[in-house]
């Protein structure tokens, strides 16, 4: 994949990468990635889905859920919505303890599962939140988080629920935090949509509904 042109994504924070599965969303993500890397950004790519092709695509060991650095300038994170739940309610709750004791409950968990978009704000709230992670210089720990979407239909009502949270939670750190994010989701300067496709009709289809 040529390197994308100068200015059209250097500005940006956050980017949703999307399309029907199968149409190779993960190998756009490593490619944006290792060109972004290449311009001395450090790159976040933060994935969703179940199978992990990434590690393979770059040459590095097995992606789990916990950070590892995959090439220079590059890291990347498998998320899961049950533990990506819990590391939010740690950053809610600040207590370790006290995150896994509510998180592990059959009964909460169980709750979290029937709230509708809950678990799918987990993942995107996670990954929007290393945007705002700094250095001890002040500098961004990550310039741009590379999110690894699901495919077109789920993933956009994945990339809506921060705007239904703003209007419908009561007001505390969840809808704060929703109406950051959804603050830099529809920042054209600060964020934008890779829409994946192939030279076949039903990806070409979903792309152009897409847009």
Excluded at 129 to 134: F, K, L, W
Aim: glycine share 10%.
């Amino acid at each position: 994949m040529a390197n994308p042109p100068h200015g059209a994504l250097d500005s940006r924070r956050f980017l949703f990468v999307t399309g029907k599965g199968g149409v190779g969303k993960t190998t756009v993500c490593a490619a944006l990635a290792l060109a972004l890397a290449g311009r001395g950004k450090r790159v976040l790519i933060a994935m969703t889905g179940v199978q992990e092709r990434l590690s393979s695509l770059l040459g590095s060991a097995a992606i789990g859920h916990d950070i590892q650095r995959v090439a220079t300038n590059v890291w990347a994170s498998k998320m899961e919505p049950e533990q990506a739940m819990e590391e939010y309610g740690l950053l809610v709750l600040k207590v370790r303890a006290l995150s896994r004791r509510l998180f592990d409950n059959k009964y909460t968990n169980g709750f979290f599962r029937a709230v509708p978009g809950l678990f799918d704000w987990a993942l995107l709230g996670k990954a929007w939140y290393h945007t705002t992670e700094t250095r001890d210089d002040g500098s961004w720990l990550y310039d741009v988080v590379l999110f690894d979407a699901p495919s077109t239909g789920h993933g956009l009502d994945m990339l809506r629920v921060p705007k239904v949270l703003v209007e419908l939670a009561p007001p505390g750190v969840l809808r704060r935090d929703a109406e950051r994010a959804w603050a830099l989701f529809k920042d054209a300067e600060r964020s934008g949509v890779v829409i994946t496709t192939l030279p076949q009709a039903m990806p070409i289809s979903e792309a152009c509904e897409l847009v």
